[in-house]
């Protein structure tokens, strides 16, 4: 099966920490794609989307630390769509566990158009800010968050 999302340099702020830990995101929602695609059930589906909820606050923690280690000017407008976004995603969990939002191919449109357009219009912000103030565009192997959630 193909990937619902596939992975451009479109999508990359040119930071390959970052954009690991974005291709993870990307592979998450593809995973539950296949899972709702081959009708897996819902607790293979929940399950991932957990872990998709884990991953991005996890993620959201290190692009805020890498904001104020920087010092990135526009980080409390990014902390808060974060937060937003978060809590979003925990609203859409908690729909789908209790059962008044069933999980479905709309579900799945929604996830590819939050992580594309944040990644597009809210992370490309950050990109030419965090290069400019030494960030490594390169790293020579993946690091362990990376490696440990499988990209």
């Known amino acids: 099966m193909s990937n619902f999302i596939v992975w451009s340099d479109e999508l990359s702020v040119g930071i390959e920490e970052i954009d690991g830990q974005h291709k993870v995101l990307i592979q998450l929602i593809n995973q539950m794609h296949n899972a709702i695609h081959e009708q897996h059930g819902s607790d293979v589906v929940l399950k991932i989307l957990s872990d998709l909820a ?5 993620h959201f923690a290190v692009e ?25 995603v925990v609203e859409l969990q908690e729909k789908v566990t209790s059962g008044k939002t069933a999980i479905s191919f709309e579900l799945l449109h929604f996830l590819k158009a939050w992580l594309s357009q944040h990644i597009m219009n809210e992370d490309m912000q ?8 030494g960030a490594k565009p390169k790293l020579k192997k993946k690091s362990w968050l990376t490696r440990l959630w499988g990209s």
């Not at 884990?54 to 996890?58: A, G, L, N, P, R």
């Open 54 to 58: 884990d991953y991005t606050k996890i």
């Open 126 to 133: 950050y990109s030419g800010f965090f290069l400019a103030s």
């Open 64 to 88: 805020e630390s890498l904001m104020r280690i920087l010092g990135f000017p526009g980080y409390e407008e990014h902390k808060e769509i974060h937060e937003e976004l978060f809590q979003h």
